[in-house]
């Protein structure tokens, strides 16, 4: 009997060993794998929602704060208005413009991520038979699309970067860099051949790749090539499309309101075509409490001026002029919350408008004077306009004019009676406490609560790609004429 039992365990054991490769494998039982993600058309667009995630978050604050930023100061626009940590700022391009620093780090980690996932669409999607071929084809050309969105942003950022074209399905340490040029090579192909299957902008969801999208991309590729030929053909295609053009009257949510139809492009719900706007190409979704668009875009808290740390000197009572704070606090019709981390450049506040008449530089979009509640009312102060009646020649405080104040973009900050009704400051009735001279007291988390649809691409910047290319076009023959 021992004998037999001994015999049994033999067999149980060399029967495990057999099997040991099968028992080891691993079943994903509560997870997503590329292996049970693929089975139908639902785990594709799963997939292709992530890689707009991930677009988001890189863009507009989701990802890191680290990504966000240095994309929108230290450039033409802005700059970087905070007086602390000069290196997490971006202020020491010496030590921040390293590959070990944060910043670049992440960008690159970011945008490899939507290559990694886009390459893992591609492959599956190439030979899959678990969904249908239109199907398989329709997904494959819009990770085609984020791909090359990705190594076209790659290629600009750091030059030449490894390629890498299919699904990573073991570790690697043998990458080398691709050149520059065969990078935006990548690109060109990727987007040549999502182009002549992707649905044009009029004919697919709000915020989806569309036609128009992969060639107003392919116009700054060929560009970056020199193809300046091919560049103009691409945006002129997107140009001349029927469905898309400038907006040039009033349309949306506020067009009732006194403004213009540039304001009217920047507000709340007025960016995808359902407002009649048809100067969108690629629209980045985002919806405020929607948990599909976690991600939030830190824009309003980040550019808009500390103005609750902005304070004047003024006379109280007729007494010696004391500092009191310039304003009352936040409100819906001037602004929500902002910390003033980022400060428009000289440049664009007060050059770049040589056109008095811009509508750009319009009241209703460049808000540029603010009128004082904050001091006590019986103060010389109160009432008066900071700028106009000379108060900010007497404002107190430190880096009061690089940080506490300047102009007011209004299309970083929501509108007039856009605010959540949350963040709206109420009194012990409930009901919202008015601002002294027109808007809603907001709260402090005012600042956290700008979620709105916000344009990748616009009809406008495709006329401005067409025009550069016709200018590095012409450049050249022009100063071989003036040399001879």
Known sequence: MQKIIIVLIGI???????????????EPLDFYTPDNAFNNVAGYQASINYLHNQMRSILFGGYHLESYFPLRYATDFAVNATDYSPPAKLNDYKNTMVPTFI???????????????????????????????????????????????????LANLYGGVPLVLEETVTPRKDYTRATRDEVYMQCKNDLTEAITTLGNVDAVEAGAVNK??????????????????????????????????????????????????????????????????TEGIFIIQADYQNAATITRDVIQWAIIPQLASLRVSTSVGGKAPTSQPAIKGFNDKLAGRGVGWMRPSIFFLYEVWDDANDMRNSEYNIVRDIRLDGPPANSDAYGKYYVADGYKAKSTGFADTTR???????????????????????????????????????????????????????LAETYLLRAEAYIKKETPQRLQMMSM
Request: aromatic content about 10%; charged content about 20%.
């Open 103 to 153: 910043v670049p780090e992440k960008i690159w980690q970011g945008l490899y991520l939507i290559v990694s996932n886009a390459n893992v669409v591609i492959t599956r999607s190439r030979t899959s038979t678990a969904i249908p071929e239109a199907d398989r084809i329709k997904f494959r050309t819009q990770a085609l699309f984020f791909r090359a969105w990705a190594y076209n942003f």
């Open 404 to 458: 506490n104040w300047f102009p007011i973009l209004k299309k970083a900050t929501l509108s007039e009676g856009d605010f959540p009704q949350e963040v709206l400051e109420k009194n012990a009735a409930g009901n919202p406490v008015m601002a002294p001279f027109g808007g809603i007291m907001l709260l402090n988390s005012s600042g956290d609560v700008y979620q709105k649809d916000v344009y990748l691409m616009r």
């Open 212 to 277: 128009q999208a992969a060639q107003h991309l392919l116009t700054e590729v060929l560009i970056s090539l020199k193809d300046y030929d091919g560049a103009i053909t691409a945006a002129s295609s997107v140009i001349s499309y029927p469905g898309l053009s400038l907006m040039k009257t009033r349309f949306g949510r506020h067009a009732t309101r006194p403004g213009d139809v540039y304001k009217d492009l920047f507000e709340l719900n007025n960016q995808n075509r359902t407002s009649g706007n």
């Open 12 to 26: 149980a054991i060399l029967g495990i060993s057999c099997n040991r490769d099968r028992f080891l494998e691993e």
